[in-house]
Structure formats: structure tokens, C-alpha cells
């Protein structure tokens, strides 16, 4: 069955930098649409950048040029980037799987969630 495991959260202060890394297991990460996503107690779940069939095409408005999402298909791990890191990107920051056939940052297409990592910018 499909496991994703996320890691790399932490505290930091603004404008530092963090990676985000999400293993996934029990599917292809080439032929998987996969995303990240945050939430924060204030704000409903928010989409932050999505691939899919191997390339990563798409990011939300309000972390494109400071947040990047790659994969690495030969270790079955989904990353992302975090530079100039603001106190709005704190968050549980989460990796999610589908087999949407298009990037799309809509939870409802995502049956698999990991279990989330926590990131504070302060």
C-alpha cells in the first residue's frame, strides 16, 4: 500500500531556508501526481506546488520564486525547497499522492497523505 513519510521540519528565523523530504512507497513516483501541502491553525489547507509523470510544473502563487519541488525518481523521494522563509509560511507542511494525470494542488485528488512535519519561521 501507498506510505509517505515526510521529514526535514524545524524552526528557523525569516529569511533562512529549509528542505522538505517526502519517501514515498508503494508506487511509482514517475507515474504518481504529487504535491505539497501546508496548514496552519488559522488558515484552511492550502496547495503549495504539485508533479506529476516525473516533472514538477506547478506552484502556488504565494511561494513561486522561493519555494522549488523536485524529485528524485531513482530514491522515490519528493523535496521542497524553502529560501527566504517568511512567518506566513509557518505551517504542517504535507506530502500527498494521487494518480491525477495533471498537476493540480486540489486536496479532493489526493487519497494519500503523509503524517506531516512541522515548519515555524520566527
Known amino acids: 500500500h501507498v506510505q509517505l513519510v515526510e521529514s526535514g521540519g524545524d524552526s528557523v528565523q525569516t529569511g533562512e531556508s529549509l528542505r522538505l523530504s517526502c519517501v514515498l512507497s508503494?508506487?511509482?513516483?514517475?507515474?504518481?501526481?504529487m504535491a505539497w501541502f501546508r496548514q496552519s491553525p488559522e488558515k484552511e489547507r492550502e496547495g503549495v506546488a504539485a508533479c506529476v509523470w516525473g516533472t514538477c510544473p506547478y506552484s502556488s502563487e504565494s511561494v513561486r520564486g522561493r519555494f522549488t519541488i523536485s524529485l528524485d525518481n531513482d530514491k522515490h523521494i519528493l523535496y521542497l525547497q524553502m529560501n527566504s522563509l517568511k512567518d506566513e509560511d509557518t505551517a504542517v507542511y504535507y506530502c500527498?499522492?494521487?494518480?491525477?494525470?495533471?498537476?493540480?494542488?486540489?486536496?479532493?485528488?489526493?487519497?494519500?497523505w503523509g503524517q506531516g512535519t512541522q515548519v515555524t519561521v520566527s
Open positions: 500527498a499522492a494521487g494518480s491525477a494525470a495533471s498537476p493540480t494542488l486540489s486536496a479532493s485528488a489526493f487519497p494519500y
Open positions: 508503494g508506487a511509482s513516483i514517475s507515474t504518481t501526481c
